[in-house]
RNA sequence: CGCGGCGUGGAGCAGCCCGGUCAGCUCGCCAGGCUCAUAACCUGGAGGUCGUAGGUUCAAAUCCUACCGCCGCAACCA
């Protein structure tokens, strides 16, 4: 066990304000599907998720709703993981970190920055609601005429006592890091805008105290300030794993594979986030992936807009797995993407439906009912490709890059156009149904080479739609255990040492759909 | 001159980094075939000056320049 390979990822923390809708399951998903493909690959994956409870909105929320800010957090916490399980989102710990285990290992952290000199006292000045007790942005003041938008009252000048991350320490070694890995920052594009950020702006060091809050973790070294939220949020990575209280567990772990992030939040992860490690000893996360944004119908998404779709009303009309395909095959990971009702439905009846699930309807009924369900002579046969000009080697390659890019829709579009189109195409060329009334064993020959599309196709869709994925495989005799299947075994036809046979169960005789089809 | 993205047949997209084999895919539409299958599947067809104008080149959707249009971010709605 110990010679695996080990993978650790992250998801984005969420802000427990409301309940997750379909663009935060979307870095769900894309997270999901990499960590299964990873534990197919035989990778001793940790994947972490979690929520970003040290916010004021969570306290504020909480108070709206009459509750003790851990209650209210805890419930959400319950409802965010009833969802993520509603999508199959494999995920092996959840952070809270209003969590007294997180707040301890965060203070140790902020301890070590602080202890290697990279924290220091200062005073931040800016423009002061007396109302909100906050500071508005010079922006705010400038745009509202140098009044607070929500009080119509003059903003005062004023400066406080805070804390400093000495962030600016790090710029020279964060733009060389940039620049010489290109692999830390996905897609290309967002590397370019982060390495430019650097060199246009600069880094200025970040105050990462807040004074006079409750709700928060108090700073070690003067328990009068609590920590930014972000700077706590970010650590969440590391506490998860056992930073400051299990130090084996967190050296086995650590540094992270890829955070999986929001493009919005690229900056943080990107030039805070390492420079954090950084002044504490340690190591920068390997990769951070910056996935695009959901709209829907075309139309950005948000609470104030109140389009929200909520993933459980998709999946109640659907399925788990339709869900899962819908948004992995047409969103583009790296980039945006839309759902519509409609799209969602012509791509589930035309994919789903129609290709994939009645590919093995049309398999399981033509075996069984001529044959018995059982292909005698079959065992120690090797399969004949049914795909003309196509390397199935080089295309299980091709799928599995764009799977290890997080390319995830092209590697759907593959599966689906250079594969299982073409195996439907091989049955309609060979006709099975009418060869078996002149030919038997010609048209036994013929299923038997086309339920090898099967075979290869659930197994290279695995990650994405286990549970169907499953089923397709559990419907034949297959001897490699289906949790042991691996991309590699869909990337040769083999024997198989028994012949091949139906083992899916029929109701009254007849194949039950797949993905039945809707609208 | 803030930053970034996009503009390809009716709709949605891929291709552009590494110019030619590119005008491709899905849906929709029309005609035909088949009938094993979830009224599913297969074949053929109509439909695009690849935003506009220049430039580089033997050759440009693909590289360069300018312009037009749309959209994000810049304001803690992922």
Request: with cysteine; aromatic share 12%; charged share 25%.
């Amino acid at each position: 066990m110990t010679d695996k390979p080990r993978w650790f990822q992250t998801t984005a923390i969420d802000y427990p304000n409301s309940r997750p809708h379909i663009g935060t399951a979307f870095e769900k998903l894309g997270a999901d599907v990499q960590a299964r493909y990873r534990r197919m690959e035989g990778f001793d994956v940790y994947f972490l998720m979690g929520n970003d409870e040290n916010t004021l909105k969570v306290a504020d929320r909480a108070k709206e709703l009459g509750q003790e800010p851990q209650a209210y957090c805890d419930d959400m916490a319950r409802q965010f993981q009833h969802v993520w399980r509603a999508l199959d989102i494999s995920f092996d710990t959840f952070v809270q970190t209003s969590h007294e285990r997180h707040k301890q290992c965060c203070r140790k952290f902020v301890q070590k920055v602080h202890d290697n000199g990279y924290i220091y006292k200062g005073s931040y000045e800016g423009w002061y609601c007396p109302g909100c007790e906050e500071f508005k942005s010079d922006k705010a003041h400038a745009e509202h005429a140098g009044q607070c938008p929500a009080h119509k009252r003059p903003l005062v000048r004023r400066s406080e006592p805070c804390w400093y991350f000495e962030l600016s320490a790090f710029q020279d070694r964060l733009l060389k890091h940039l620049k010489e890995t290109p692999e830390f920052v996905q897609p290309e594009s967002r590397r370019n805008e982060m390495i430019g950020f650097i060199e246009a702006e600069g880094l200025q060091d970040l105050n990462i105290s807040r004074h006079g809050e409750q709700w928060g973790i108090k700073l070690p070294f003067d328990p009068e300030f609590t920590i930014y939220v972000w700077f706590d949020a970010l650590l969440t990575y590391v506490t998860g794993i056992g930073y400051g209280d299990d130090e084996a567990t967190f050296r086995k772990h650590w540094p992270a594979d890829v955070h999986f992030i929001g493009k919005d939040i690229t900056r943080f992860h990107t030039h805070i986030w390492p420079a954090m490690l950084w002044a504490a000893g340690e190591e920068a996360p390997k990769k951070v992936f910056s996935h695009g944004f959901v709209n829907n119908n075309g139309e950005k998404m948000g609470k104030t807009l109140g389009n929200v779709v909520d993933p459980l009303e998709i999946i109640a009309k659907s399925s788990t797995d339709a869900y899962r395909y819908y948004f992995m095959r047409e969103c583009p990971f790296p980039s945006d993407g839309d759902y519509s009702g409609q799209r969602f439905e012509e791509v589930y009846n035309s994919e789903l439906a129609n290709n994939l699930g009645n590919m093995l309807s049309r398999g399981l009924t033509l075996v069984t009912k001529n044959y018995e369900s059982k292909l005698d002579g079959t065992a120690n046969e090797t399969p004949e490709s049914v795909v003309p000009n196509l390397n199935l080697a080089e295309f299980v390659a091709t799928v599995r890059g764009h799977v290890e890019a997080c390319r995830y829709n092209l590697a759907l579009q593959a599966i689906v156009q250079d594969f299982l189109t073409p195996t439907n195409q091989y049955l309609e060329t060979n006709a099975p149904w009418k060869l078996v009334k002149t030919d038997k064993d010609a048209a036994k020959r013929v299923l038997f080479n086309a339920v090898q599309s099967l075979r290869i196709a659930s197994i290279l869709l695995k990650p994405f739609i286990p549970k169907s994925a499953e089923a397709i495989y559990t419907s034949f005799n297959f001897p490699k255990p289906w949790a042991e299947v691996e991309y590699a075994d869909a990337a040769e036809l083999k024997a198989q040492p028994d012949d091949l046979r139906v083992t899916a169960e029929l109701v009254e005789g007849k194949v039950k759909p797949l993905f039945p089809r809707i609208g």
